[in-house]
């Protein structure tokens, strides 16, 4: 694993046939183009817009187990996410940390104490749980947690999980698949996919200059997310009906509270909401649940999912949420297996693989469902099938090898940015941490020779400087400023109107320099 190599777009001629095309740039994609090139496959990824321009950076951004799945008696699927908790916390300790979550109920709630205590207690022993703390029951009236909600709430049960950078994720295992030998290729569409005897040829577009170019491989993956059936329809040309999408929504307002801990919220409805820290200054409330049936490219929150984030929390917080207290929302399209459950919010999280072809025809696999958690694990399952095709290579690795800037310890975070700090004197307390938070030891490539604030260049606004955009740029495929400011980083938070038109006019100029270098 290394931090100084860049990123790039390879001549199809390089390869005349690769072993595995994966289609879809998401965290499913990306995962298993990693674990696919680590065990000695060839692999070109395409990727129609910004590596986790849907699905993936659209999440509630936690590593969990899934506590209310228990309610639909998916144990296989929460005991696998609470088993991955910790391989990932240690995998990457830069972008995902352990967070404890309180939540509160009251005689007559939801759901009755008893049944919270039994859904805990397997929550906390059917996981493989070494690091992470159990469960706890808190007295709000003397617990800090208790403060920012109404009286009413007078205990609550605290448990463990943990946060992820969602974006960041995808962006690292595609920088980690390209540095063993992938070609990651984004803003690349796949416009028609054929079997060619034993292979596929596939026909690209690059969506910037609207070439196109045909790219051969012996099988194909299909990890679209919310484009999975579009794909088999309209590029393979299958007819195909497995995804049921479900939108879900989130705001983020202004900090609602300063406690460390995020919220768990049971609805009236039996749904629930989180309340979390976000950002340092901030606090992320959301999911919602409804079928979606529209194109994902038009995704956005609707009023009546703003009302209803807010009449949620609400229900709780002794300040009341309101609309004007929003300063951000995003939604996303969960491209869930269509499993016929009544409810959207029932609908199974658990992923499903399927296959065909083999032998003199070109196989093709498709990837259904999942979730953010166990998308190692999918890509494992993945790489089985992979193998039943083209036979084994290497053995399974991801779970023990660190993602870019991961290569420290689970629990040396604090230790890292005094690291940084000390070897980048000039460094402001909060810029250490921000940077150690995204790059992790890669924080030092970011850095260069730098000795001082004049020497990351440009200061956008909001602690973005030129060295951390050119890094991204160079390194991790951005090429615009929405893909700086709210995928790679969530600077866009801090960002004026004026100041993120100059980091516009800034890329546009970076990028007319690097298309007159390479012609």
Sequence with gaps: MTCDTKSR??????????????????????GIARDAVGRGFSV????????ASGTSSGSTKLIHGGLRYLEFYEFRLVREALMEREVLWKNAPHIIWPMRFVLPYFSGGQRPAWMLRLGLFLYDHIGGRKLLPATRTLDMRRDPAGKPLKPIFSKAFEYSDGWVNDARLVALNARDAADRGATIRTRTRVVGARRDGDNWAITLEDLRNRRTEEVKARLLVNAAGPWVDHVLAEVVGQNAHNVRLVQGSHIVVRKKFDDPRAYFFQNKDGRIIFAIPYEEDFTLIGTTDRDYDADPHDVKISDAEIDYLCAAASEYFADPVRREDIVWSYSAVRP?????????????????????GGGATAPLVSAFGGKITTYRRLSESMLEKIE????????????TAPLPGGDFPATGFKAEVGTLQADFPFLEAR?????????GTCARTLLGTARSTADLGRDFGGDLYEAEVRYLVEHEWAQTAEDVLWRRTKRGLHLSREQV???????????KGQSAAAE
Excluded at 11 to 30: A, L, M, Q, T
Excluded at 388 to 399: E, M, Y
């Design 44 to 51: 070109f990824l395409a990727e129609m817009g910004d590596l």
């Design 501 to 511: 038109a100059a980091l516009e006019d800034f890329m546009r100029e970076l990028d």
């Design 431 to 439: 810029l250490a941490h921000r940077l150690v938070r995204l790059y």
């Design 388 to 399: 039943g095709f083209l036979g084994k290579r290497g053995r399974p690795w991801t779970a």
């Design 336 to 356: 869930l297996y269509d499993d016929g459950a009544s409810k959207a919010q029932e609908a199974t999280r658990d992923y499903v693989l399927k296959a065909d």
């Design 9 to 30: 777009e390879a001549k199809v001629g390089e390869s005349p046939i690769h072993d595995i095309f994966v289609i879809g740039g998401g965290i499913n994609g990306c």
